[in-house]
């Protein structure tokens, strides 16, 4: 029988078949189950809503919840831990909020109101004392405690929803009218562009001229620009305006299409009051390619005149910029971004062509330069290549796109990465990135650089601050919400830290593969079998140790979790690059205090990151006052920054 001919509660039990067959595998998701059921990624959505009024990551959120719910009602000795990883839930604290949410008490209640309710069977399970039932006791429990709480609440939403119909009936429609914009939220969302080109590969050019458009408007001082990452969660969605303004909190959609033949190009262009659903403009571009600065120019300055911006100077000039006059440079610079984002291998070696190409085309192009300086440190960053003469050609790169263009924002963000985590020029890093912030404030990738700096020294609450604000403006970048992480376990904060890993990882499962540092933090709260855990899943997403990730598990059951990290230190001393910094941090945990700062002596001479983070690294305060530690931290340049990180 096709799916599409399946009816509500066919269709309903049919998904859950197939998300029960992929339980213990949390990276089964909305694609996965999409894939599985051989239809549109549209058609799933709307039959999911229309069947159980819920979206297709909730309902599969709800059929491990109930099957997590039949665990611990079968057997109440089995942990909390142990439900979560059976039901495909890559942490604790997600799975008991997530449970707690759904059925307003705790895992945990759920296990102890069932013990109480059972008896052991004296074979090792358990008999049910037919008297009543757990969960329905616990429920009328909660309810009979929550009496004066449910009808307090009542009051309180209904009054809400009184003010709610008066304050949206009288006065919203008149402040977000034309007449009141210049008090709004202007807000502003960059749809991805369709490519209606005959050729579909030309998907790439019409991602570059969304892309460089957002970039204009970006240059508005006041107004909010969503990234460009947070506007790709919607390329393939069929939501309307109205619904992705709630989604995004978003005021206005821009959305277009490109048509491109030969040196021709249509571009078509509408502008969209996406709160109150209410077409504002639209326009027809038939131009040549050489044309295409100008095109993005007008649409920015129009967008700007319709919601009344008065430009300065300034903006004006940057909105009108030209990158370069060679269109086919143009052409390869786009083409090498294209690829860039993609943030594999493979990809990167594509975007080293183009960028180079461009390059090769038109010296003078300083974004370019940029282009191939990013592609570096993504490579440094994954460990696909991080030798110093990496270092020192990505540097080169961003000097020269700097002397091309001295007001070139991603080139001072690109150039203080990389003093502060090579050159260890803490206060040059310093001045690049304050620099990168005021020529554009609103790259959030400055603000990610920042708050990793700011991170090292010591200085937590601007850290904080920074991976707030690159978050805000771009919540859809993996790596954010990792820092976030980081940030957060150098703050003592280790539940904290937990969540915000697991929202990188959800948005990018493969960031267990720069995640194992999860193993430290499960080992700090004392849940011994989620660190090993985490340490399978980190493992199995390196090539070098696929094989090995089972091991991880296999040891912690049989020996414990000293002989998991005995047994890690020398898997890790035996791949081609091996974490320096997380060698000595499991030599410190087993009380090998001499090995770990050997370790970290070796971290120091090879200067791979992350080995700054040292200074401020919770999990070493217990060598903070060993000489030997302290000369390392003078070696970097680290020992004033040092004091004020042991002060807070």
Known sequence: MAESTLNGQEFSERLTQIIEANLQNEQFGVTQLVREMKMSHSSVHRAVKNTVGLTISQFICQVRLKKAQDILKQNPATTVSEVAYACGFHSVTYFTKCFSDYYGFSPGEVRKKIADEMKPDGTGGYLKNTRSG???????????????????????????????????GFIAESFFSKEKIPGADKSVMVLPFKNLSSDADNQYFADGIAEDI??????????RVISKTSSEQ?????????????????????????????EKIRIHIQFIDAKNDRHLWSENYDRQLTDIFAIQSDI????????????????????EKI?????????????????????????QLKSIEYFEKAISIDPDYALAYTGLADVILIAIFY???????NYIEAKKLALKALEIDNNLAEAYAVLGHLLYWYEWDWEGAKNALTTALDLNPKLADTHHYYAQLMNILGEKEEARQHIELAIQLDPYIPIYHIVSGICYYHEGKYQKSIDAYMRGIELD????????????????????????ESLRKSLA????????????????????????????????????????????????????????????????????????RINSDVFLDSLHFEEQFLALIDTMGLTPYHKISRKR
């Open 134 to 168: 757990a969960i329905h006791a616990l429920i009328k429990d909660w309810i009979s405690h929550n009496k004066q709480l449910i009808f307090i609440s009542a009051g309180v939403i209904l009054l809400m929803l009184l003010f709610s119909t008066i304050y949206y």
């Open 214 to 223: 957002l970039n204009r408007l970006s240059r508005i001082k006041d107004m």
């Open 234 to 262: 919607f390329r393939d969605i069929t939501l309307s305006a109205v619904e992705i303004s709630r989604k995004l909190n978003v005021n206005y959609i821009l959305e277009g299409s490109v048509q491109r033949e030969n």
């Open 300 to 319: 920015a300055k129009n967008v700007a005149n319709e919601l009344q911006f008065v430009l300065s100077p300034e903006e004006k000039q940057q909105i």
């Open 323 to 347: 990158p370069t006059k060679n269109t086919e440079a143009y052409n390869s610079y786009l083409m090498g971004r294209f690829h860039w984002y993609k943030r594999t291998p493979d990809a």
């Open 383 to 389: 460990s696909w290549n991080s030798s110093i003469e």
């Open 509 to 532: 499962s493969m960031m267990y593969f720069t995640s194992h540092r999860l193993f430290f933090l499960y080992y700090k709260l004392g849940d011994y079998f989620m660190a090993a």
């Open 541 to 612: 997403l390196v090539p070098e140790t696929q094989l090995a990730a089972d091991e991880a598990t296999k040891i912690y059951h049989e020996k414990g979790i000293e002989a998991v990290m005995e047994w890690w230190i020398e898997l890790e001393k035996s791949v081609k690059h091996p974490i320096h910094y997380h060698i000595a941090r499991l030599y410190l945990l087993l009380g090998q205090t001499d090995e770990a700062l050997l370790w970290l002596e070796k971290g120091v001479a090879s200067r791979k990151p992350p080995i700054p």
